[in-house]
């Protein structure tokens, strides 16, 4: 029992020193976003972008990750042929937190951090299915500039749920996406 009682202190001091030295700062710290969307139906959307962040100072982090897009569209039953895509490259993004620590001043818990959000990304996507009236051959390079902001929640020591809002300023009729783009992301830090 006393042994017990001895690990159990121990496990405890370990957790508080562990709980003290991620509130010391996040300079230098790594972080990963497991970005993941599915949807499925008449139309199908997978949109798979993991990113590996970095923060190269307490309030501004920077990350880098591949970026793959599966689009199918089913029109109608009329249309005897489904319409699919695929598009892929690579997104990286600039976060500066205004605020950190928020439940620390707050008076209930709304949130952890508050920050704004940059984000740019080449893709490389099909004529046919996004130019149209699709009828060209190839691919093409899109390049997306978003910009907007959010804020994130904490979820124990090492991890974080997200809420984002973003404006793609390139938002053109052969662009992916329309505005504005809501996005939930998942953190975890290491």
């Known amino acids: 029992?006393?042994?017990?009682?001895c690990i159990l202190l121990l496990l405890a001091f370990h957790f508080c020193i562990a709980a003290q030295e991620?509130?010391?700062g996040r300079r230098?710290?790594?972080f990963l976003i497991p970005e993941i969307w599915l949807s499925f139906g008449s139309s199908t959307y997978i949109d798979i972008a993991p990113m590996v962040g970095y923060h190269v100072l307490d309030r501004l982090a920077v990350g880098l990750g591949p970026h793959?897009?599966?689009q199918s569209t089913n029109y109608n039953s009329s249309v005897p042929y489904d319409n699919s895509t695929h598009a892929y490259g690579l997104k990286g993004f600039a976060r500066f937190y205004l605020v950190t620590n928020a439940e620390e001043f707050l008076p209930i818990n709304l949130f952890s951090d508050l920050f704004v959000h940059a984000e740019y990304e080449g893709l490389s996507?099909?004529?046919s299915y996004f130019v149209p009236p699709y009828?060209?051959?190839?691919?093409?390079?899109?390049?997306g500039i978003l910009v907007g902001g959010g804020f994130s929640q904490r979820i124990g020591m090492y991890n974080s749920v997200s809420f984002t809002v973003l404006w793609n300023v390139n938002?053109?009729?052969i662009s992916p996406y329309s505005n504005p783009?809501?996005?939930?992301g998942f953190n975890t830090f290491f």
């Open 181 to 184: 783009v809501f996005r939930v």
């Open 125 to 127: 996507l099909e004529e």
């Open 28 to 30: 230098g710290k790594f």
């Open 68 to 70: 793959y897009i599966y």
């Open 22 to 24: 991620e509130s010391s």
């Open 171 to 173: 938002e053109l009729s």
């Open 135 to 143: 009828s060209g051959e190839g691919r093409y390079i899109y390049q």
């Open 1 to 5: 029992m006393r042994k017990a009682g």
